[in-house]
DNA sequence: TCCGTTCTGTTGTAATTGCAACATACTTAT
DNA sequence: ATAAGTATGTTGCAATTACAACAGAACGGA
């Protein structure tokens, strides 16, 4: 437990918490330190929960299965990271993906009902806590919002200039940077990577916007 | 007040909190009632704010301006809508969307900063409140990851097949009702109704499902 | 410097889509 | 029953894309 310490100190849920304070909560919380080999399934499509995790070491994927069987990844998750957060807050029956151990891993499951409910000894973290979390479902709510509103477009071309326009907005100047390259890219906007490479350049010739490797700059 | 205590009654973000004690949870929660005339702004992008807000009568909308300048209507939302709860919660500097009383308007305003905080009257209440927003803004979280996993398909087929394995799956069973229409589904998955429907027409011609109307069957 | 790897841009082609326009049910009000 | 309106299916065509395959640039060790 002492080792993961470091780690759950630089945890977005436990921001703000002083690292002293961090122990009793977790007491508080119950929260249970479990270690799982390399492919088991720590949670079960299908089974119900409401319990959330963090990763502390190994890593750990998020894995679905459709209709006829096909297995895909939707993410994989390393030290440090939350799993199940929305699954167990959201209180529904089954869930829709599993969780496996991709490698030997250590977690730390937390039952969220603990977060929610009012705590004798350590109130003043629990309040703090319940923040961060809900601060963490919003921001990726909002996240995927935005995504959403990208993707929806029905050419590169649109959904190239609403992602670009966006970050321009959000650095409130016509240059910028974004983080991603251009396979990323081409992922996060659901797009051929080729296709996506020969718009930005048409773009380009056309005068609408100037690049150099990450940094771009809308005319 | 009183004639909207009836709209608060039913909305998920009260629910399972009697409706006797929802007056002094909102006094608790310094909720303010406020009346918006048609066209004003409720809340302006580019603001901060800390608070979400419910619709208690009218209408709202929420409305987004691209980098160029084009407005679109991300949202119409209609008594007992929450607006602005993922904007509130993450705690972000400068609103992306800004929120439009399309009709004369009531609107209920919450300061989310008051949901965390211990509070000594009603706390009872108050932990019951926090899992609801909670669920509330996790709930939605799941959606939009679902909506996603469809939308980022390459070809109206695969979307399709997507999103009918996972109603499928949803519903245990290979025969189910869909929520939608054929123009709502073209429009949730982001593609032309009428090529849509020709996929649905070749899918069906290929013996891969049956349906009529609004229910499906998988083969 | 050389080599291997990764990233990015380019091109041709077959496949898919969006769009427009129209046809055919199915509903609903009169 | 009729008419008007809505939902769904059908088709042709131009535009766009995915995919594959390749070329050059950039990068990082050895």
Redesign the interface.
Known sequence: MEKFMEILETADLFSGIDPKDLKPLLSCLSGKFVHYEKGQIILMSGETTNSFGIVLSGQVQVI?E???GNRSI?ANLDPGNLFG????????KAL?VSILASADSDILLID??R????CANA?DF???L??N???I??????S??????F????TTREKLL?YL??E??RAKSSRFYIPFNRQELADYL?V?RSAMSAELCRLRDEGILKFNKNQFE?L
């Not at 929305?86 to 209180?91: G, R």
């Open positions: 679905q459709d209709y006829y939707l957060e929305s699954l167990a807050c959201a209180e529904i829709p969220c009902r977060l929610s409910s009012p109130c629990h309040s703090k319940i923040r979390m809900m601060n479902i919003a921001k990726k709510n909002i995927l919002t935005q995504k959403i509103e993707i929806s477009k029905r609403a326009s966006a321009a907005k659901s051929d809308l």
